[in-house]
């Protein structure tokens, strides 16, 4: 029998993917003989004590520039997406990612010009998913299940994560903008603002063969403060007009 097969091979001292070549077994298989033999090989997250705003940054990251997958196995993987001209901020994010799961993600390669930090874990897709929604495919619908169970902090947190990914922060306009083709997600980020006080403009815009794009602009003095109150961990999205002094009208 296999089983038998799997065990001493365990015992030998080969590894998973060896076993799994010369046997034609999937990879849990082995794993789940692995942790009754050996123990728990791969260490779990664990959910830490998060502050609001960092579970917002969290999840707002991974609504702007993540995605997930399952495999055949059933294996859950979520992955958060990076320009290689973004390592600074990547080593920050995944210095968060640490702190909040306990674990240091994996990193990897994601496509031309892209790597990913990312996990293989249910429990953190489980986790992502009783906050964001989404049907299909996650760009064109994906939003916060309900805006209105969260807190202010996570709001700002929230905010936070969707510039650090897909907004930008224009030096010559003083303007910060947030771009993204779920239209539930464009106005919940205008609601959002409007929460924080933060004068916003919505508009929508088609290119040729292409989804439609929302955009939401935020102006000069309410720039200046709305990137004040989110604190961007990504440097890309600092510029020098955001720690200008607040003048009052």
């Known amino acids: 029998m296999k089983t038998a097969a799997i065990c001493s091979a365990i015992r030998e001292g080969k590894s998973i993917n060896q076993i799994s070549k010369e046997l034609d077994v999937y990879k849990s298989t082995i794993y789940y003989h692995y942790k009754k033999i050996k123990g728990r090989k791969l260490k779990p997250i664990e959910f830490r004590t998060i502050p609001a705003d960092e579970i917002g940054e969290i999840i707002g990251a991974f609504a702007g520039d993540g995605n997930f997958y399952k495999d ?3 294996h859950y993987t979520v992955q958060f997406l990076f320009g290689y001209c973004s390592e600074e901020y990547a080593r920050r994010f995944e210095q968060l990612l640490i702190n909040s799961f306990g674990k240091k993600p994996l990193r990897c390669r994601a496509g031309a010009g892209e790597f990913a930090l990312r996990y293989r874990s249910k429990r953190l897709y489980l986790w992502i998913r009783e906050r964001l929604d989404w049907d ?3 760009t064109h619908s994906v939003c916060l299940r309900d805006l209105n169970a969260h807190d202010k902090q996570f709001l700002i947190g929230f905010l936070r994560g969707l510039l650090d990914t897909d907004g930008h922060a224009v030096r010559k306009y003083r303007q910060i903008r947030f771009n993204t083709v779920s239209q539930t997600l464009a106005n919940q980020i205008s609601e959002i603002l409007d929460i924080l006080s933060i004068s916003n ?4 815009y088609s290119q040729l063969g292409k989804a ?3 955009e939401i602009r ?3 003095t309410d720039a200046v403060i709305l990137s004040q109150l989110l604190k961007p ?3 890309g999205k600092i510029k020098e007009w955001s ?3 607040i003048v009052a009208p």
Do not use: E, M, Q, T
């Open 233 to 235: 961990r990504n440097p």
């Open 243 to 245: 720690s200008s002094p």
């Open 212 to 214: 439609k794009i929302y």
């Open 201 to 204: 403009r919505l508009s929508a």
């Open 136 to 138: 299909g495919k996650k």
């Open 218 to 220: 935020v102006n000069r």
């Open 72 to 74: 055949k196995a059933y």
